[in-house]
């Protein structure tokens, strides 16, 4: 079985896997890392999103030797002991979830969304959540939450 | 890949990978050549802006040189799928494994030429037919080299939940003429040579206003009928037209 080595939420890991094991069994099952969640399994809903190298993909549309020397980043990594990362904070105050099984997703996705634009407008917002599918909310709250995140995280 | 017995590249792997979780397909073996450098990236030289085949396509929407030299083709890859499909899906495994996907149009409407690493072939003669290119065993496409248009835009009627097009129309104006690349509405992607007919006369949507589009050859699924296929087509050509710049 080959090894992979990388890097999730700060800490080196490596593992002999079966070559075909996707970037989300990897986080789920290995790492046992469950925050990120699998939806559909066929590349459309996006609770499985996680940060490679700072940009949001679909864990399960990637195999883990993929990532090789990667750096990950996963729900489990953004809060600071029993401070919520303020994107993460954004949703709780302003209602961004309801089962929260596409929250980390969601958040993972915003935080490469606003890695490029810190300010993003409701309509990029909406744009940008084409890929991540939510059954509870509607969306409207998610969008609010995703705007106030930002704006924190610009301080 | 040569000593492989039945082996694929794999590039983004949003094609590839959904294929073998429903066991549509069983390769022996994959390659993955995300690690060399030389497949990735943007370059203008002359006419000519080339594109690196393992390019993903949020790098394409984002090129400052892509923006500059065909923002057609900038915002066509910022329309394809969703943030994070375009943070992995590239542009050689959308050329090399689907004639009905968004860049195929671009492809053919710009007149653009496919890279490998045996060959150079011309776009008029890659796309061959249903999920059929001019590719051989274990060739791999390289880059993309397209010639920089007079102007260009790309107009598509999205699928709801896929984002791929029921009818995507790419046209591209340059010195040698008006071509029109019809996508996602046939089995391959084609070219409309009545329209670029009456573009070349006259370049204005009003031009291609009264002109039937043939129905025969035209998909009929549960997303659209081939009729309707065709009145989009009509809509779809106008609207790029009028965007062209
Ligand atoms: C949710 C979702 C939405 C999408 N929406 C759209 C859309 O709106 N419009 C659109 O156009 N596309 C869309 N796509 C498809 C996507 O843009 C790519 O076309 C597709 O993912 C293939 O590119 P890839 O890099 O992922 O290739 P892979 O999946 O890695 O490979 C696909 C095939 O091409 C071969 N291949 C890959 N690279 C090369 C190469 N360099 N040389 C030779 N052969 C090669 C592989 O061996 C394989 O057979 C979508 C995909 C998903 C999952
Ligand atoms: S589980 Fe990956 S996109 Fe749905
Ligand atoms: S909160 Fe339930 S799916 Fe989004």
New interface residues.
Partial sequence: MPSVSMIVNGKPVSAAIE??T?LVQFLRETLRLTGTHVGC????C?AC?VNVDG????SC???A??AEGAQIATIEGLAQGDRLHPMQEAFREHHGLQCGFCTSGMVM?AL??VR?SPDPSEHQIRE?L???LCRCTGYHNIVKSIAAGAKAMRG | MATAADGRF?AG??AL??S??QRLDHPSD?I?P?AIAELRGVTKAGGILTIGAMTPH?DVA?SAVVRASIPALADLAAGI?????R??ATLGGSVAGNPTADYPAALLGLGATIHTDRRQIRADDFFVGTSKTALGRGEIVTAVAFPVPEKAAYAKFSGL???YAIAGVFVGKSSKGVRVAVTGAGACVFRDLDMENALAADFAPRAIDGLRIPVSGLRSDRHASAEYRAHLIGVMARRAVAACR
């Fill in positions: 070559a075909r996707l399994d066929t590349s459309q996006g999103v940009r949001s993909v679909k549309t990637m195999l030797v993929q996705g490469d969304l490029g940008w084409e890929g991540n | 794999l792997g949003h990978l959904p073998l979780k994959l993955d995300g949020a984002n799928g969703d943030p994070q499909v943070n992995r939940a896929s984002r």
